[in-house]
């Protein structure tokens, strides 16, 4: 069934002293945003090619929109990977990570939009939850809650293509295909929004008598 949602606007401000990962050259530092367990639904933030180990993405194209349940009831996050980039040098690299409980953004919001909040998470070693490594700074804001219509929610779990956010906003069905995703806990790997299995083709039955290879059994 198909569950209440509404949308998650965060921003990323600045972040500080965060780990150092290259030896000669100034970090210059990006983002990949997404829902925790859905890599493929991943928005880049701009780099910051001034800051370094402390870069602010202020003025820049930084927030990114994220379909959620209307409530923090059961799990789920929102991870932040800070990477570096570096250019002729083996790849981008690793600097750190944070992950943004949606039970903590959701508690306490009612069914309309809330107001911008801003929060400071520390930045931890990618696959470490001790080891950390600097502050990041975002602020966060959320859309009204929408009710999809049992009708639509119907006709986007039989529809095997993927539904498109809308130009200024989000369907109704990119809502409760992203939401589905977060209903347990630790949050299942999502089919991607609206895909769903086909399902098996029937063989034909062969006629009585009939042997493999297309024969008909002889008779006695």
């Not at 602010?56 to 194209?61: A, H, N, T, V």
């Not at 369907?171 to 769903?196: E, I, N, S, V």
């Not at 006629?207 to 008909?216: D, E, H, L, W």
């Amino acid at each position: 069934m198909a569950m209440a949602c509404r949308t998650l606007e965060l921003t990323l401000l600045s972040a500080s002293d965060l780990r150092g990962v290259n030896l000669v050259s100034k970090m210059e530092v990006y983002a990949v945003v997404y829902l925790a367990g859905d890599p493929r639904a991943r928005q880049r933030i701009a780099t910051d090619r001034a800051g370094g180990r402390n870069p602010s993405w202020k003025g820049k194209d930084a927030t990114v929109r994220l379909a959620v349940p209307a409530s923090g009831a059961g799990s789920g996050a929102v991870r932040v990977l800070l990477r570096a980039e570096r250019a002729g040098l083996g790849g981008d690299r690793d600097v750190g990570e944070v992950f943004v409980p949606l039970p903590d953004v959701l508690a306490g919001a009612g069914d309309g939009p809330t107001a911008a909040a801003v929060a400071s998470y520390p930045v931890r070693k990618v696959g470490s939850s001790r080891t950390t490594h600097g502050v990041l700074n975002l602020s966060y804001k959320l859309g009204g809650v929408v009710y999809p219509d049992p009708a639509a929610a119907a006709a986007a779990a039989c529809s095997c293509k993927p539904a498109a956010p809308a130009a200024g906003g989000t369907t109704m069905a990119y809502l409760a295909a992203a939401a589905a995703a977060y209903r347990a806990a630790p949050p299942p790997q999502p089919p991607l929004y609206g895909y769903c299995q086909l399902p098996p083709i029937p063989q034909p039955v062969p006629p009585m008598g009939a042997v493999a290879g297309g024969g008909v059994r002889a008779g006695r």
